[in-house]
């Protein structure tokens, strides 16, 4: 099945090497091998014929793509947009890791603070230093919690209980070894098949565990009996009282509501753009390290509000050994671990796969190409060591990975056509991503059969499913007008600063908390503050989800919604049943991670490929209304890894 699925892309680079189409196009000044598609295009390799050409295509073709441009993936970081995506993604990425393992560390008491940071480290070292997807932003996130503590609740109703960590070890062990496999086998391939619908129905649900542990946060630090102190060693605050619950309320309000005051600062007329974009990269720091200081100020300090847990520094939890010996495990066990893993490999095939899907999408001009079986092979060895060392096994975050990408966007004014070239009628110009996109489709596509109906299609998707540039543009307003009298234009994004630098610096940070002096100011954050940044990136996330935009839609008065939105061209009961569909999906993930069977919860979020697959076609969609609904995730550039889209 994976020879098959690579057929595609191996038949369409083979023709755009021999086409004489493509040698016509070629002029004697220009050069084909530093064209990011053109390291795609590569001979077959050399082998002799009982060697299985096939296995390990994919991280092959991976490597060589990526590996022309490992020097500049190091020398294109002198930006100055490194520096606010390096101090955004690390307290996006650290503070909620540790938050989201609260529940881990308290119920299993395997874990701490200490596993949680060098998890994070392990992951940005690896991933941006050998990977071919710099730009994913991996750490702990809140599924692989869940899977961790829903083991750790099946093996202790055990009456003969293994030791958590080595079972735990064996667990990661055999998703790792399934990790090697789908990578050898090129069964990266299927993600061709994942498109808006999967990963809109994921990230909704990812949204709502970040609004869900916001609240847990907060009602975990009110005392269960009603008195003035919680009973709970839990809180790790033996003076914490009811007034300090409360002020943790008030501390997640503060962060919340000022970090959307930056970010709608930052998208508003006032200033000047510089300022605007300073509050854009760094507002939800600021927000963030003000409303920890709140917290010691006046009677607040009084009330002492419960703060992080931390451990010694570099010592792991009860200080035990850093190096699990799973393999002293009882035979029994391992087996039994078996199934545990299958699920930690579904799981991480899909969340890690759309992480990076999400990071490379069609809003940003990306010019370097991906690498989703060589990364995915990596998971797998961070996995592994994950195991070894006792510690929560990181993979692709979201929306963590899309907001590394997004912070590295380099803004620009479009260019004015002159008055012999024509001039275009909409105000919003399109990125320069999606005019490439389109071109690359469409060329594609035409050395099929079919090449008007899908030169068509593509075309369609990219129009309908362009990026909010709304939200990426610098916020001038356009019925503003300048001194001079000529509108004020919209900045676009017009590249993105492709390094790896960023996420190696990010990673690098998480191990200096681990040193006694950071871990103390690490400690002085008040859980209050964590459970604001979560409903700030919670109610973010879900802002940009194409199911809230649908569900808006039903709301907007017809009136004031432009003539060329396409969802106007959608029956609204074709809206409301493919909505319908997908908050079903939802539904069932968010209920059954509520149950000791959460366990499975990855098998349903796997299931919403087929059902896309198979079950959306045979309702009532006409192909017009499902090229608006639905669409690839990333450009067609992007997918050229898996063999195209869908």
């Not at 091998?33 to 390990?56: K, N, Q």
Request: include cysteine; proline fraction near 8%; hydrophobic fraction near 45%.
């Amino acid at each position: 099945m994976a020879n098959e699925t690579s057929r595609p892309g191996t038949l369409i680079a083979q023709e755009k090497s021999n086409s004489p189409v493509d040698r016509a196009a070629v002029m004697p000044g220009d050069s084909i091998s530093r064209s990011p598609s053109a390291t795609l295009c590569r001979r077959d390799r050399t082998l002799p014929p009982w060697v299985p050409t096939f296995v390990g295509r994919g991280i092959v073709r991976d490597i060589r793509a990526r590996a022309p441009h490992y020097i500049s993936d190091w020398t294109d970081a002198w930006n100055y947009r490194v520096v606010p995506a390096i101090v955004l993604i690390f307290f996006a990425n650290v503070l909620p890791g540790i938050a989201f393992s609260l529940d881990l560390i308290e119920t299993t008491q395997q874990y701490g603070v200490s596993e949680v940071l060098l998890s994070s480290f392990m992951a940005a070292f690896i991933f941006s230093i050998f990977g071919a997807q710099p730009l994913c932003i991996a750490g702990v996130t809140g599924p692989i919690t869940v899977l961790n503590k829903t083991i750790f609740d099946i093996i202790e109703r055990q009456p003969d209980a293994p030791n958590y960590l080595q079972f735990v070890g064996w667990v990661y062990l055999w998703g790792a070894i399934l990790h090697w496999i789908t990578a050898a086998l090129n069964w990266c391939n299927f993600l061709r098949y994942v498109t808006l619908f999967s990963c809109d129905t994921f990230g909704f649900y990812v949204s709502w565990v970040y609004l869900q542990y916001g609240v847990q946060v907060i009602t975990r630090q009110f005392p269960s009996d009603g008195s003035s102190t919680p009973p709970s060693p839990s809180t790790d605050s033996s003076t914490a009282s009811l007034n300090g619950a409360f002020v943790g309320i008030i501390l997640a309000l503060l962060m919340t509501v000022t970090s959307f005051l930056f970010r709608t600062l930052s998208q508003s007329a006032y200033f000047h753009r510089h300022v605007r974009r300073f509050f854009a990269d760094y507002g939800m720091p600021i927000s963030l390290v003000a409303s920890s200081a709140m917290a010691y100020w006046g009677r607040f300090n009084a009330a002492n509000p419960t703060t992080l847990p931390t451990g010694h520094a570099f010592m792991p939890a009860g200080d035990r050994p850093w190096l699990v010996r799973f393999w002293e495990l009882d035979g029994k066990w391992v087996g039994i671990a078996f199934p545990f893993g299958f699920a930690l490999w579904v799981l991480f095939f899909f969340d890690h796969n759309v992480s990076s899907l999400m990071a490379q999408g069609t809003e940003f001009p990306l010019r370097k190409p991906p690498g989703f079986h060589y990364d995915f092979f990596l998971l797998g060895v961070t996995t592994f060591i994950a195991g070894l060392l006792g510690i929560p096994a990181p993979n692709g975050l979201i929306p963590q990975a899309p907001i590394h990408t997004t912070s590295l966007l380099v803004m620009d004014h479009p260019k004015k056509l002159d008055i012999e070239e024509g001039s275009s009628n909409d105000p919003t110009p399109r990125p320069p991503s999606l005019d490439r996109d389109e071109k690359r489709v469409t060329h594609a596509t035409m050395r099929t059969g079919d090449a008007d109906e899908e030169a068509t299609v593509s075309r369609t998707r990219s129009r309908i499913h362009a990026p909010r540039t709304d939200e990426l543009l610098e916020p001038d307003p356009t019925q503003s007008r300048d001194g001079e009298g000529d509108a004020r234009r919209h900045e676009v994004p017009i590249a993105v600063v492709e390094q790896r630098v960023s996420n190696l610096a990010q990673g690098s940070l998480c191990l200096v908390l681990l040193t006694g002096p950071f871990l103390h100011v690490l400690n002085l954050i008040p859980r209050g503050v964590l459970a604001g940044l979560f409903w700030y990136m919670g109610v973010d996330a879900l802002q940009g989800n194409g199911i809230t935009r649908k569900i808006l839609h039903f709301f907007r008065d017809k009136a004031l919604t432009p003539a060329d939105e396409p969802l106007r061209r959608v029956r609204k009961s074709r809206i409301l049943l493919f909505v319908a569909v997908q908050l079903v999906g939802f539904g069932a993930t968010m209920a059954i991670t509520q149950t000791i069977a959460a366990i499975g919860f990855p098998i349903i979020i796997f299931l919403l490929v087929p059902v896309r697959m198979w079950l959306i076609p045979r309702l009532p969609f006409t192909e017009d209304e499902l090229a608006i609904l639905d669409g690839p995730t990333a450009s067609p550039f992007t997918m050229e890894s898996v063999g195209g889209s869908m």
